[in-house]
């Protein structure tokens, strides 16, 4: 083998090592940026939930049920949970997207169009809803003193 | 030791039962297995049967210990716990979740009979 094949491999496998190691650095850049604005944001997304629920059981109190108000509480639960989806992983990001499939917030751009924004939840399923936020706000309470430690 | 996720099952169970109308809280005050031999105030005690067995919701404030300010300082709960015929609490729950704080407010206003309060300043 010639000097300069062997200068052109090492070159060739030095590129491919660049590679794997700026998709190390990209991935590990990536996994801090979310840590970070987790660690951020997770106090603040908790009282918002918190808030949410309280607004929810308060409609599920009214006796005359007030759909527009339920449904406001559901709208505003969805955003939120969209939004806090996108900043968890693991078991978090699925509890989330259950909850979301659950309180309608999975629904087609087309199908929430043509319901004019209507949750459509029935009282029974509103309090399922009510139930998994409370799991997901303990989860959420956990994973906020998680990341003091990490 | 029943799994968090059947408590939480079971509080939320128990705020629904209080909503829709189905378990009658009422106020009390609380036996001496609670606040005798401790500290703590019982500022709001109410009591339920449900499903026959007696259910107790409390407010307890205590002096805890602020790090921040090297002082003692008052804070509160809400406890959720079982009791016997005999007094004795045989079950307790001292975590303070939001769900936990949701049943005792829907539970105060259903013994309080805070609508038919309201209904009478109004009406």
């Given at each position: 083998m010639h000097v300069p094949d062997v200068l052109s491999w090492a070159a060739d496998v030095g590129s491919l090592l660049g590679l794997v190691i700026t998709c190390l650095v990209w991935r590990q850049t990536r996994a801090l940026k979310k840590a970070f604005v987790l660690r951020a944001r997770l106090p603040e997304l908790s009282t918002a939930l918190r808030a949410i629920s309280s607004d929810l059981l308060k409609h599920l109190q009214?006796?005359?049920?007030d759909a527009q108000g339920l449904d406001a509480a559901i709208a505003r639960l969805n955003a939120l949970l969209a939004n806090l989806s996108q900043k968890v992983d693991g078991s978090l990001h699925r509890m989330i997207q259950t909850l979301l499939g659950k309180s309608g917030g999975k629904r087609s751009k087309l199908l929430s169009w043509r319901g004019s924004?209507?949750?459509?939840?029935s009282v029974e399923q509103a309090w399922g809803v009510y139930g998994d936020v409370q799991g997901l706000l303990e989860a959420l309470n956990q994973a906020a003193k998680d990341s003091k430690w990490s | 030791m029943p799994s968090d996720s059947k408590i939480s099952y079971f509080i939320v169970q128990l705020t629904r039962a209080t909503v829709e109308g189905n378990i009658k809280w009422k106020f009390a005050d609380a036996p001496t297995s609670i606040?005798?031999?401790?500290?703590?105030?019982?500022a709001t005690y109410l009591e339920a049967e449900h499903r026959l067995q007696r259910v107790a919701l409390y407010e307890r404030r205590y002096l805890g210990y602020n790090s921040e300010i090297d002082s003692a300082q008052w804070e509160s709960n809400i406890v959720l716990a079982f009791l016997d015929k005999e007094d004795r609490v045989i079950w307790d729950y001292h975590e303070s979740p939001l769900s936990v704080c949701n049943l005792f407010k829907v539970a105060r206003e259903s013994a309080a009979g805070i609508d038919r309060i309201l209904d009478n300043f109004l009406g």
């Open positions: 009214d006796s005359s049920p924004g209507r949750s459509g939840l | 606040n005798v031999g401790t500290g703590d105030v019982i």
